[in-house]
């Protein structure tokens, strides 16, 4: 079942503006979040605690935008799919959908865990938000070998959302891709 299937109304003609802010906000954020992520495992410097600033606090920022857009999603539904798409197409859609979602709410979770697990802090804009997980360094390696392969998992995940819009926009021209970009 499809987390449009959720919703409180019947399917909208076309996605809202602010699913369609949210949704373009979280991709540059997420982009950036993987470009990030991959920088601070990449060195050892300077630069790593300094992207290490940047990563947790829009890490904290990625949760609560996904959980703004997930209500969103449920209260305002979605528009329905293409009458002419294949059943595969529409579960696969679906499928896809759920896994992007249950990505982008766990790798933040499962990063603050993990830093919980660590021992260090979080701290958003000058706030320390409480630890998730107890100090244990065997949680962390475990948590952090997560965080990682759910990482390249979501970065694939992305590639095939990305491929499957541009498929939609550029050869079927049915209107799926033109629903987020334009709201029609």
């Known amino acids: 079942m499809?987390?449009?299937?959720?919703?409180?109304?019947?399917?909208?003609?076309k996605f809202s503006r602010l699913s369609r802010f949210l949704h373009w906000l979280m991709a540059i954020g997420i982009i950036a979040m993987l470009f990030i992520g991959v920088g601070m495992?990449?060195?050892?410097?300077?630069?790593?605690?300094?992207?290490?600033?940047?990563?947790?606090?829009?890490?904290?920022?990625?949760?609560?935008?996904?959980?703004?857009?997930?209500?969103?999603?449920?209260?305002?539904?979605?528009?329905?799919?293409?009458?002419?798409?294949?059943?595969?197409?529409?579960?696969?859609?679906?499928?896809?959908?759920?896994?992007?979602?249950v990505l982008m709410f766990a790798m933040p979770v499962i990063g603050w865990a993990m830093v919980s697990a660590g021992?260090?802090?979080v701290i958003v804009g000058g706030w320390l938000l409480p630890p998730i997980a107890p100090?244990?360094?065997?949680?962390?390696?475990?948590?952090?070998?997560?965080?990682?392969?759910l990482a390249f998992l979501l970065f694939a995940t992305v590639l095939l959302h990305l491929a499957a819009a541009l498929f939609?926009?550029?050869?079927?021209?049915?209107?799926?891709?033109e629903s987020m970009t334009r709201g029609r």
């Open 135 to 149: 100090t244990d360094a065997a949680l962390f390696a475990w948590l952090r070998g997560a965080h990682r392969y």
């Open 168 to 177: 939609h926009g550029w050869i079927k021209r049915d209107g799926v891709l």
């Open 41 to 101: 495992v990449a060195t050892v410097s300077e630069r790593h605690q300094w992207l290490m600033q940047i990563h947790k606090p829009l890490g904290v920022a990625l949760l609560v935008l996904v959980c703004i857009r997930l209500g969103t999603r449920l209260y305002k539904g979605v528009p329905a799919l293409p009458g002419t798409m294949p059943a595969w197409q529409r579960k696969a859609s679906h499928a896809s959908h759920i896994l992007l979602y």
């Open 119 to 121: 021992g260090y802090p």
């Open 2 to 13: 499809s987390l449009s299937a959720y919703s409180l109304h019947r399917p909208p003609a």
